[in-house]
Structure formats: C-alpha cells, structure tokens
C-alpha cells in the first residue's frame, strides 16, 4: 500500500489494521477488526521531560574508573550525563516531566484517567510508580500501572495507552518513561557506568477526533536472549553482553524499523524525525542509515544525557517538539529496544 504524499492527512487512513467507517451520526470511526464495534483513535497531545541539575562529565568519570573522554566518545559518543541524587527517586524525576505535559497540553490532573509509568529502577514493588507519580499529581482516581520492558518500556506503554483509549477504557492517559539508572550502575565497571544517566520523558495521551495520531505498534522480544542486558542480584546492578547487544540491535532492527513504518502507511523516507532508544552513538547512527530516512532529523540525545532505559525515548522527543526542530503533524518514528532483547516501535504525530 503506498502513502498519500499529498499532505498531513496521509497518515494510517487506509490501514487495514484500523479500518474507518461512517457511522449512523455520520462521523469518522476506526474498527479494531472487521465487525468489532467502533472506536476512535488516539493522539499525543503534548510532552514534557525532566532531567537532575547534577551534569557528569567524561573528566569526572576518568577520575573514577579507568577510562578518558576519548575512549568514551569513541566508543559510545557521550559526552555528559544527568545523575540524580538519593533524594530524588524515580517517581519524583516522573512526575516532573508528568506535570510538564500536562502543562503543555492545557489539562489539570483531574483529566487523567489513566497513568502508565515505564521504568526499571523502581526500588519498591508496592506502591509503584504510576500510583506514586498520581498522588505527588493529585489525580483523583486514574488506573495506575508500572510497565517494565527497560530500554523499550515507553513504545510499549504508549501502545498499551493507545489500545485502551481506541477500546474506550480511558479517556486520557499520561505515559510516562522514567529511569534512574546510576542507583543500579557499578561504578567499577567502566563498560557500563560511563553509558548510564537519569531523567524522565511524558506524554499526554487523548482521543483523537480525526485522524489517528498514534500508529500501530510492532512489538516483540528474542526471550532466549534475555540473558545480554540485565538489572538483577542484590543489589541490583546493570550489566550487559555489549557486542552481542551491538550485533542484534544492528543487524535484526532496521527491517523491523522499517515494518514500523509500513503499520504507519508510510516508508522511511516520510518521516520528519527519528527517535530511536538512545544506547549509544555507534547503534544509533548504523541502525538510523539503515532505515533508509532520509529525510528525516535524527534523536542524538544520547551525547548530552547518556543512556536513560525507558526515558531516554520520551526524553529525546520532547527535547525535539521543544526546539522547534520538528512540528505539528509531523510523522516522527519511535522505536525502542533493549533489556529483554525486546522491541516496539511506532509512527506519531508531532503534538
């Protein structure tokens, strides 16, 4: 199926994935399936990010771990990275980005109905995180769910908030990527220390009234692999298989990059941005090639904030959305993966 280039409104209006109907008000309406009853899309309506004021740089670290600026630059391209500090936990970096997107999208807390955080870094298992994150917020009563999938754990959330907005479930949903990954770093290691950094990304999820802004998701994971990054023993600490992670990430993604983009009706070369998981510079420059978008501005947050695991994606992209460097409408590709050799991507609409 080829895409209509002729304006914003090419985006997933023929997809079978979702097909539209004329309903008996004689408005727009997508079927999750042939004979399913109806349902409306749903759109980013806005974004917001938060990072620590504390700035590690490659000169810090050379004092702790034998390492230098060159050697780091050269082998992942980071220059700096934002550690938070042991006052400030998981859900508060969430909830200050939270709070941005919502701002930005004009709404109060009490429009949310649903809050999804994606992190790996949550110390306790009871309350999680969304439920933290909605009392700092002051949401009243919203469903509040933690999704752990590490590296691609905010494309899965966002697909998980855009089926249950399509399905009717909620209304409005804030998504949210946060990780604070120096609390699970070894800082001996000076393969994996000099890659981390904390921050937090959000989205506000809504209804769309038109046109979907939230492509289909392609989603999956190599479990027999599961094994190349880990966040496990007491304490936890990250560890990670980089060469086996460097090969898959690679060599497996661009085609499913590119399968993305076909859910979307699209091919590489309409994308206006590319948002790709921000591991580091030698997987992200191959795999984006790759891809073949040509076209398109290409995320490198990577440099100034590290490696954030489930924020580094919502991070990035509202960095993007903030400087003006895409706009409204535009078709931008997120695609997450990682911990559990897991993937999911798809095509947004810029808010």
């Not at 408005?27 to 974004?47: H, T, W």
């Not at 109060?108 to 700092?136: E, F, G, K």
């Not at 469903?143 to 908030?161: E, K, P, Q, R, Y």
């Not at 289909?216 to 936890?236: C, K, N």
């Amino acid at each position: 199926m080829e895409a209509d280039k002729a304006g914003a409104g090419f985006l997933w209006l023929h997809l079978p994935s979702y097909p539209r109907v004329i309903d008996q008000t004689g408005e727009s309406r997508y079927l999750s399936n042939e004979g399913d009853s109806p349902m409306n899309g749903s759109r980013i309506a806005a974004v917001g990010h938060y990072q620590p004021a504390r700035v590690l740089t490659n000169e810090d670290l050379a004092g702790m771990v034998d390492t230098s600026d060159e050697w780091i630059r050269s082998r992942v391209g980071i220059r700096t990275r934002r550690i938070a500090g042991p006052d400030e936990p998981v859900d508060e970096l969430a909830a200050h980005a939270a709070a941005k997107a919502l701002a930005a999208a004009g709404l109060t807390p009490a429009d949310i109905d649903l809050v999804l955080v994606a992190t790996s870094t949550a110390v306790d298992r009871s309350p999680n995180m969304a439920a933290r994150v909605a009392a700092r917020l002051g949401i009243p009563s919203p469903a509040a769910m933690d999704i752990n999938v590490v590296c691609a754990g905010f494309t899965h959330a966002l697909a998980t908030a855009d089926h249950t907005v399509r399905a009717g479930a909620a209304t409005r949903a804030l998504v949210i990527g946060a990780d604070k990954m120096s609390e699970v770093a070894d800082w001996t290691d000076r393969t994996t220390c000099v890659l981390v950094g904390d921050g937090a990304g959000a989205a506000v999820v809504e209804a769309a009234e038109t046109e979907p802004g939230i492509g289909p998701v392609l989603w999956g994971s190599v479990p027999e692999m599961g094994h190349a990054v880990r966040i496990e023993g007491q304490p936890a600490r990250f560890a990670q298989e980089g060469q086996s992670v460097y090969r898959w990430a690679t060599t497996q993604l661009p085609p499913l990059a590119r399968r993305a983009c076909e859910r979307a009706g699209l091919v590489p070369a309409d994308l206006a941005a590319v948002v790709l998981h921000q591991a580091n510079l030698r997987i992200i420059d191959p795999l984006a090639q790759k891809l073949g978008a040509v076209n398109a501005v290409i995320a490198r947050d990577v440099t100034e904030s590290g490696n954030t695991s489930a924020a580094s994606i919502p991070l990035a992209f509202s960095k993007l959305v903030e400087q003006g460097a895409i706009s409204t409408g535009d078709p931008v590709l997120l695609f997450g993966f990682g911990g559990n050799l897991s993937y999911a991507g798809q095509v947004v609409r810029c808010p």
